[in-house]
Structures are given as C-alpha cells and as structure tokens.
C-alpha cells in the first residue's frame, strides 16, 4: 500500500487505480491532513456544491495546504465538457507529477467520471477502465454505458 492509500484509510472504497491518483468516498478532516502528509497535493470533489457533506470541502481542504478542485458530476450520465473537464483537470495535475484524491459520496461516480481518462488519456482498454472504475465502487450501469459512449464519441471526433 502506497502513503497516499495509507491516508485514506476507513473512506469508502479507497483505491489508487493509478500512481499518484486515489480515489474514494467522503473524506473526513483527518484523512485531508493525512493526505497532504503524504504528498498529496490536489483534491477534487466530484460532488455538486449542494450536496451537504460532513466538511466544508472548500474551506477545509485549502485549509490542509491541498489544492480544492470542483467538478460536479452527477448522478445521471453527465454532459460531454464534465467528462472533459476531468480529463483536463487530471492531466494538468498528474502529468506534471501532482498527487490527486478524487471523491464523492461512494466512489459510483468518481469512478465512472474516470472512465474515459483512463481509455483515452492513459491508453487503458474499455473493459480494464470499467474494471478499474468498478474496484472503485461504480455501481451504476448508466453511468458506466454513458462514459463509454463519450469515449467512442471522442475518438470518432478525434480521427474525423
């Protein structure tokens, strides 16, 4: 087990699906100090901003010394730019070496938001990206059929 998934230890389905990239549920206070302890540097929230959450994920996340980054996904297929959005995000981080903790409630929708990262952006086939995203805890079907169809159509738009 790696420092980073030593932080996140008691957050449900924490995994490390990549090196340097953690993922899991709801963190708490202790788990953003930790996770800064380990090196961590960037933090997203795939939460909407209305959902309550334990934390004021904003201010204490900022607070740790972490990066606070925000990208609603929800918990229906989300648009194309939200998957974007992640894949940009996750680049800008990780390729220039920064440690990322991705989260949302459970981990259903992190793990489907990272989907069409891992087949497009890490060279992962579809079926060890929904592999990946399921160890993660992405129970949901629509979510998953809706990542993959958004990596087909990313690849279509990109050898058109």
């Known amino acids: 087990m790696t420092k980073l998934l030593d932080a996140l230890a008691g957050v449900l389905n924490a995994r490390e699906p990549l090196p340097g990239l953690v993922s899991g549920g709801q963190p708490n206070l202790d788990h953003l100090a930790a996770l800064k302890a380990a090196g961590c540097a960037v933090v997203v929230d795939m939460r909407d901003a209305m959902e309550p959450q334990p934390i004021d994920a904003p201010r204490d996340v900022r607070a740790a010394g972490l990066e606070y980054i925000n990208i609603a996904v929800p918990h229906v297929v989300p648009a194309d730019g939200t998957f974007q959005s992640v894949r940009e995000t996750l680049g800008r981080t990780l ?36 592999l990946r995203a399921m160890q ?25």
């Open 95 to 130: 390729d220039k070496g920064r440690s990322v903790f991705a989260y949302c409630n459970s981990g259903n929708r992190v793990g489907a938001a990272l989907i069409p990262y891992f087949v497009l952006d890490r060279g992962l086939s579809e079926e060890e990206a929904v």
């Open 136 to 160: 993660m805890g992405t129970r949901s079907a629509e979510l998953i059929d809706g990542a993959i169809a958004y990596v087909r159509r990313a690849r279509g738009a990109s050898s058109g």
